[in-house]
């Protein structure tokens, strides 16, 4: 008998920068991610759909396919409720919001409940200039991310014949240079001040590709990540509690709640069932030989 799939069980997840249609992307990280949570709602908050990527040397797979599949499969089978938020790379969606298809709804921000804050949810393009004000600067940008996450990856391959642990060049890059590390915090903090005028005490966000879990002036403020680089994703647990969920923690949760699993006991009694009907069969027919 097939056995049920096990899965690890949210009120809410938030993913961001998943980039279908980039080449270099964890997209079989995020499948495998997808295929083993369940959740009320799903946010994906801004760059799901890379139209930058597809407009240039982007492409299209078939694991990006399956992607949108386990989505939808949430949504018509699980009854899961999907906000998806415009980012700055899927901003050809712009021309139609706000619009809703049954269970999935397509805007520009989102105000999330919680236990005990509410959290104002949306991608933060808006709040960078080179997003808003100089798109051109933005798309070169985007090009040059994208080769560098190409170099990067056959660096960790020399790095992983060498016996040595994967390493990321633009976190580094993030982390190192000042301008950088300056930016990040003007962000945060504008997203925060955005918060306070919605009459938020959260903000949850994605955009930079940087996760963060922090308190900024009583605001407390969440970035889920990405899902080319840090793979990690947002998600509000049962009671209520929000944090940052990378998948290295994922599989390990998963495979300890699967150790912890128990499958109905009546499913295996119904299958003994029909091995001892058989073998009755089996023993009356060679009885009647003899």
Known sequence: MKRKKVKLEYRTVFL???????????IQKLNHFL???????L????????GWALEGSGEWKKAH??????????VEKEKTKVIYLRG?????????????????KVCEKYIHKGKERKYLVLHGDCFDS??????????????GYNNLMRFNRIYNKYRKFRGKKPFSLSAWAKAKVKSAVNHVHRYEDSLANMARKHKCEGMICGHIHVAADRIIEGIHYLNSGDWVESNSAIVEEKDGSLEILNYEQFCKKLNEHKKTTFYPRANLTSANKVVSKRRKTITQKIDSLN
Do not use: Q, Y
């Open 35 to 41: 295929s083993h949570i369940s959740c009320k709602t």
């Open 43 to 50: 946010v994906l908050n801004g760059d799901f759909i890379d």
């Open 130 to 143: 080179f997003s808003t004000k100089r798109k051109w600067i933005a798309r070169i940008g985007s090009i």
């Open 88 to 104: 700055n790379h899927d901003d050809f969606l712009s021309r139609i919001l706000p619009i809703t298809f049954d269970r999935i």
């Open 16 to 26: 961001s920068d998943t980039h279908l249609g980039m080449r270099e992307t964890g």
């Open 65 to 74: 396919t399956r992607c949108v599949r386990l989505i939808l499969k949430m």
